[in-house]
């Protein structure tokens, strides 16, 4: 019924930069939050950054003033430009959103997407 697609992954030098996107498809009528988590081989999965449902913006310390988090409403997708990587933001990038479906009542439930793989290394 929903689909997160992510893309943009891949393999960049420490210091370059790389931007993700995810777009959210389906049977949707409402989002309320929507954002990035990242889970590194060994480490559980951990907030990026992300939306929330009242419309501010969070981002984890670690990555606080080298990333940035964007969203096309209309287009139901959310961007993670992501500046001066290190080799430790090396992880499987994961999209996730917070959204009600057409047709059904309730609170919102959690969806995620398949991940894509950010590697930096030299």
């Known amino acids: 019924q929903v689909q997160l697609v992510e893309s943009g992954g891949g393999l960049v030098q420490p210091g370059g930069s790389l931007r993700l996107s995810c777009a959210a498809s389906g049977s949707i009528f409402s989002i309320y939050a929507m954002g990035w988590y990242r889970q590194a081989p060994g480490k559980q999965r951990e907030l990026v950054a992300a939306f929330t449902s009242g419309g501010s913006t969070k981002y984890a310390n670690s990555v606080y003033g080298r990333f940035t988090i964007s969203r096309d409403n209309a287009k139901n997708t959310v961007f993670l430009q992501m500046n001066s990587l290190k080799p430790e933001d090396t992880a499987v990038y994961y999209c996730?959103?917070?959204?009600?479906?057409?047709?059904?009542?309730?609170?919102?439930?959690?969806?995620w997407g398949q991940g894509t793989q950010v590697t930096v290394s030299s």
């Open positions: 996730n959103a917070d959204l009600t479906l057409l047709g059904a009542a309730g609170r919102p439930s959690a969806y």
